[in-house]
């Protein structure tokens, strides 16, 4: 709470009017200490009930203050004066405007503490609400991809390319689809493990015996989905080699994993 949350709290109304529990008591004299405007605040307040007070104090008149006075005197030292206590009516105002200040401030705490729960439950429930349109623009942003994905798998113009693995990927296979219309490329990594630590795979297609950068298979990120890779116009094959990772402008020939005929 900072001060100008203090302040608002009527927090300090019920502390000068001695209402304010052992915890809120020391809070607010530890601010009082290091904010000087809740310590302007609180002498404003004390002030002002000082202030009431003398204004509602009445002088009793002469002839009962000489009663007083003489009781006193033939009192004696040991003995006890029975006092009958009378409630004059400005002692009941002054006693109602005290009363009606706590009450004022205590009501002013709650709604204040009732003002910040229910602040926080908004904050929460903005918070899940932004969450949650997030996940819903996650899930139509990957239902499109997937249509997309699929559209190509299912077009009959697609050609659909079995790699098979080579070398220390002996026994691995992956699948490529290509639609040599609109050039697109997806892979199916298939069976294909995680490459080794600092590793990553590399696509490439060979066209006329030379090999084009077809990009990088992200199999640690996705390891069973289709992979959209860079469109290829025209490929008689395509193959598969582990490079480091970030990938390599030319194939490591005697790193290729997977090769496939067209």
């Given amino acids: ?29 530890r601010m009082a200490t290091i904010e000087p405007s809740v310590r302007e605040e609180l002498d404003r307040i004390q002030a002002a009930l000082e202030a009431q007070a003398l204004a509602t104090a009445v002088d009793p008149p002469a ?9 006193i005197a033939e009192t004696p030292v040991n003995g006890t004066i029975p006092i009958r206590r009378r409630t004059s009516g400005a002692v009941v105002l002054a006693a109602a405007s005290v009363v009606g200040l706590l009450i004022s401030g205590a009501l002013n705490y709650v709604q204040f503490k009732e003002l910040r729960e229910v602040r926080s439950e908004l904050a929460r429930a903005e918070s899940e609400r932004s969450i949650l349109a997030q996940e819903v623009v996650d899930h139509r942003t990957n239902l499109v991809r997937a249509q997309d994905e699929l559209a190509v798998v299912l077009d009959p113009g697609t050609r659909t390319v079995e790699l098979s693995g080579m070398g220390p990927a002996e026994g691995a296979r992956a699948r490529v689809f290509w639609d040599p219309v609109d050039h697109k490329v997806l892979l199916d990594p298939m069976t294909l493990s995680p490459p080794p630590e600092g590793m990553q795979y590399q696509l490439w297609a060979l066209v006329d015996g030379e090999p084009v950068d077809a990009g990088l298979i992200a199999v640690q990120e996705d390891p ?15 193959a598969v080699t582990i490079e480091k990772r970030g990938g390599s402008p030319t194939p490591t020939l005697e790193a290729m994993v997977l090769l496939g005929q067209v």
Avoid at 5 to 22: M, N, P, Q, T, V
Avoid at 63 to 71: D, E, G, N, P
């Fill in 1 to 29: 709470m900072n001060a100008e949350d203090l302040i608002r709290s009527g927090l300090l109304e019920g502390y000068a009017l001695g209402h304010a529990s052992e915890e809120e008591a020391a809070f607010v004299e």
């Fill in 63 to 71: 002839h009962v203050r000489a009663k007083v006075l003489a009781r």
């Fill in 224 to 238: 069973t989905g289709l992979h959209v890779m860079r469109n290829v116009p025209v490929a008689q094959a395509f």
